[in-house]
């Protein structure tokens, strides 16, 4: 495979990945802003989807490339997909908090009290929030990686853009115990 046809490559992934997590991350802001337009307050963040949508798929791509092991690899399928999902889940809690305290660094006096306080407030509620929905994203898309996995490559798509065969629909009086 050549650089050019690597790099393209490269660039779909993270473009899908993109697009899968800024339509999780679009519909967490779309629900805070509604939460938040019901008590008259305006919600301003709609740009930190497209940037959290482009970090996170871009991690995610760069996390895929990393071995759990042969423990795992000798587990079913699952092992794999929640282990990922709770390792990656980890690191968006932690980034979410450094973020934090990064941003009121000033107001406490620094980095570390900023994080101490940043447990003491409403703001936790906000990391924690957005650290859950997150975490179905990154779920969602385990399985999926999964999936394509062992269907190879292209067949995930192919299943979602073609139509449904006739002996795939289900017939309601037909039982299929």
């Known amino acids: 495979m050549s650089i050019r046809q690597r790099l393209m490559h490269e660039i779909k992934a993270a473009g899908i990945a993109a697009l899968y997590f800024g339509c999780w991350i679009g519909a967490l802001l779309l629900v805070k802003s509604l939460v938040l337009a019901e008590y008259r307050i305006a919600f301003t963040g709609w740009s930190m989807a497209i940037v959290g949508a482009l970090i996170l798929s871009k991690v995610v791509l760069i996390l895929e490339h990393v071995s ?4 795992v690899h000798a587990r079913p399928a699952w092992v794999e997909v929640i282990l990922r999902t709770l390792l990656y889940t980890l690191g968006v809690a932690v980034v979410l908090i450094l973020e934090k305290g990064f941003e009121s660094r000033h107001e406490f ?8 306080h940043l447990f003491h407030q409403t703001n936790v509620h906000h990391v924690w929030a957005n650290t859950v929905c997150i975490a179905g994203a990154l779920l969602g898309y385990n399985i999926l990686s999964v999936i394509q996995r062992q269907l ?3 067949a995930l798509l192919r299943i979602f853009f073609s139509p449904l065969s006739e002996e795939s629909e289900v017939n309601p009086s037909e039982d299929t115990t």
Do not use: D, H
């Open 68 to 71: 759990l092991g042969a423990w």
């Open 109 to 116: 006096g620094g980095f570390v009290p900023a994080v101490g």
């Open 152 to 154: 190879g490559k292209g």
